[in-house]
């Protein structure tokens, strides 16, 4: 008897549904824009379609079950997506509920940053690991742990939200990871210091408009050697890198993947992190065997992490079974 | 057959060993001075023959195991005792296999605030939760975070050092929570304030001798109305609350358990505590349903704690299992 499992990636733009087979490998996929403002009810009939065309067409092959990656906030207990900001229209959704009355398989819902951390352990940068911390840094700043093997949720599933942590405490002001470090921080930063006067290439680059600078303008002039953009990256390396002095104390991991736009920018982000780690770090037992590595899984990163879903039962056993399935053919 | 189980609690002033029942309830204990100063081999000697008094005379009391509160850094993993700051001549001390070669039981470490914390799901303040956060404020601030049922450890127990996370970032300076909300902190704004100037009855309790503020004196100044000590209480709630919206964000607990000295100020500290998390959480599903709670244990703590350890091996098994000898005497 054959197993395969269906993966659901339900993003902001594009909704993909594959076959996954007992490995992790993608048998087959499809993929159509998500279309969200078309309201929930459209997108949930298209993806039920994707789905009933991606079932296997031998009866000898059994279906171990859906998992669907959703943006956050989605309630993992409880199978409903609650309010994602880029799906407009999704208003507490009973996602799971909907696709088991439909199809009668066991299914889980997971937010995309802890299937994706699912998905690196799996098959991508943290293959083998038991204690483990994903962050993807893009516009926003997304998080997924795996604490002894299994995923960190808690109570209803909003655990791991590793942008929100608060970085700032300035009288008044008060500022999250993801305010300071994060593709827009980047930017606004960039404008701040242009308008002030600073030369940059950036300037260039948006023809003068510096409305149109966003964090990919600051990364690719970094990346060119520009000054003020060098400067930008390095101190959101720190700031990044104290978030991690965080994440260390409070899980002491094995690894870090990081993921996310901003981490396409190799040492220039690393390095200043890998300072901060060591400078402000308790003891180098935090760092000294930590393993920081960029996310090795592309656009099929939200499959794999779905379909690992399932064989954890949402993330809620041992992350091990992942690995089972994959030692084992 | 009954069964008891041998809890240790080593500190630095206080050596202490009890026979615990199955329902946690301490049957008998002892106490001495811990006397660190005269070495790790002295103590366990003394260590031994508490337990050896201990140990039940009845041949039907079946014993469960032996679990050990020590001070951090201390690992679970290995049983060693690494190198408590407060434990002068303790250093790796495989504390553990000693017992466990003295006595044949099975032994278990762990750290003082994770033990606590599994003390208050059992006796305390947390009793029947399964996402708990215990933090203890005092000289230091040390944390307990148990995540769906079971102890959060990390790769070598050196997790949830939940004073360690990064609060302040402004140019060069770094500070961590525990540098600016545990006593001292609060100490050295006063002194501060006092020696700027400002006037108030702390300088007359340490009959103005400043170098003897401590955080004690902070705390009963501002019981007695004195405006600087309620001053520097309400903004130490305040930078407290924020490190709550961090724990709220990454773990989802649904309970906070507050211990230590700190702790006991009460509404001048928890109320500008909650108002941050009002303020500053991303969404009122974080805090609408959370527990806030003083620490209900005194003194047997960690006696309590460390049999909880035993019961849960070491914090590995889930927190149901001390619940359960509970609802079953």
Request: hydrophobic share 45%; glycine share 12%; charged share 20%.
């Given at each position: 008897?054959?197993?395969c499992?269906?993966?659901?990636?339900?993003?902001?733009?594009?909704?993909?549904?594959?076959?996954?087979?007992?490995?992790?490998?993608?048998?087959?996929?499809?993929?159509?824009?998500?279309?969200?403002?078309q309201?929930?009810?459209s997108?949930?009939?298209?993806?039920?379609?994707?789905?009933?065309?991606?079932?296997?067409?031998?009866?000898?092959?059994?279906?171990?079950?859906?998992?669907?990656?959703?943006?956050?906030?989605?309630?993992p207990?409880?199978?409903?997506?609650?309010?994602?900001p880029?799906?407009?229209?999704?208003?507490?959704?009973?996602?799971?509920q909907?696709?088991?009355?439909?199809?009668?398989?066991?299914?889980?819902?997971?937010?995309?940053?802890?299937?994706?951390?699912?998905?690196?352990?799996?098959?991508?940068?943290?293959?083998?690991?038991?204690?483990v911390?994903?962050?993807?840094?893009?516009?926003?700043?997304g998080?997924?742990?795996?604490?002894d093997?299994r995923?960190?949720?808690?109570?209803?599933?909003?655990?791991a939200?590793?942008?929100?942590?608060?970085?700032?405490?300035?009288?008044?002001r008060?500022?999250?990871?993801?305010?300071e470090?994060?593709?827009?921080?980047?930017?606004?930063?960039?404008?701040?210091?242009?308008?002030?006067?600073?030369?940059?290439?950036?300037?260039?680059?948006?023809?003068?408009?510096?409305?149109?600078?966003?964090?990919?303008?600051?990364?690719k002039?970094?990346?060119?050697?520009?000054?003020?953009?060098?400067?930008?990256?390095?101190?959101?390396?720190?700031?990044l890198?104290?978030?991690?002095?965080?994440?260390?104390?409070v899980?002491?991991?094995?690894?870090?993947?990081?993921?996310?736009?901003?981490?396409?920018?190799?040492?220039?982000?690393?390095?200043?992190?890998?300072?901060?780690?060591?400078?402000?770090?308790?003891?180098?037992?935090?760092w000294?065997?930590?393993?920081?590595?960029?996310?090795?899984?592309g656009?099929?990163?939200?499959?794999?992490?779905?379909?690992?879903?399932?064989?954890?039962?949402?993330?809620?056993?041992?992350?091990?079974?992942?690995?089972?399935?994959?030692?084992?053919?």
């Amino acid at each position: 008897m054959n197993e395969c499992i269906i993966g659901v990636d339900l993003g902001g733009t594009r909704l993909r549904v594959a076959q996954v087979d007992r490995e992790m490998n993608i048998v087959d996929r499809k993929e159509i824009l998500t279309l969200a403002s078309q309201g929930s009810e459209s997108t949930i009939e298209r993806m039920k379609e994707m789905i009933r065309q991606m079932l296997p067409s031998d009866p000898n092959t059994h279906v171990a079950g859906i998992g669907i990656s959703a943006p956050g906030p989605s309630n993992p207990n409880t199978g409903v997506v609650v309010a994602p900001p880029n799906l407009p229209g999704w208003h507490n959704v009973p996602l799971v509920q909907i696709l088991q009355k439909e199809f009668g398989y066991s299914t889980y819902l997971g937010n995309d940053a802890n299937v994706a951390a699912l998905a690196e352990i799996a098959r991508g940068a943290a293959r083998g690991f038991r204690h483990v911390i994903f962050i993807t840094v893009s516009t926003g700043i997304g998080g997924g742990v795996v604490s002894d093997g299994r995923l960190l949720l808690g109570k209803d599933g909003l655990g791991a939200e590793l942008g929100h942590i608060q970085m700032i405490v300035d009288g008044d002001r008060v500022s999250s990871l993801e305010r300071e470090a994060a593709g827009p921080a980047l930017a606004r930063k960039a404008v701040a210091a242009m308008e002030a006067g600073q030369t940059s290439i950036m300037r260039d680059m948006v023809q003068g408009d510096l409305t149109q600078v966003n964090g990919s303008t600051v990364g690719k002039a970094a990346v060119q050697g520009d000054k003020l953009a060098l400067a930008i990256v390095e101190r959101a390396g720190f700031i990044l890198g104290l978030g991690m002095v965080t994440f260390l104390h409070v899980f002491n991991p094995e690894i870090i993947v990081l993921g996310g736009g901003v981490s396409t920018l190799g040492d220039l982000l690393f390095n200043p992190m890998r300072d901060a780690i060591k400078k402000h770090a308790l003891d180098s037992s935090y760092w000294q065997d930590l393993e920081i590595r960029p996310a090795e899984l592309g656009e099929n990163v939200s499959l794999v992490g779905a379909a690992a879903l399932v064989v954890t039962k949402g993330g809620m056993e041992d992350v091990g079974a992942v690995a089972h399935k994959l030692d084992k053919p």
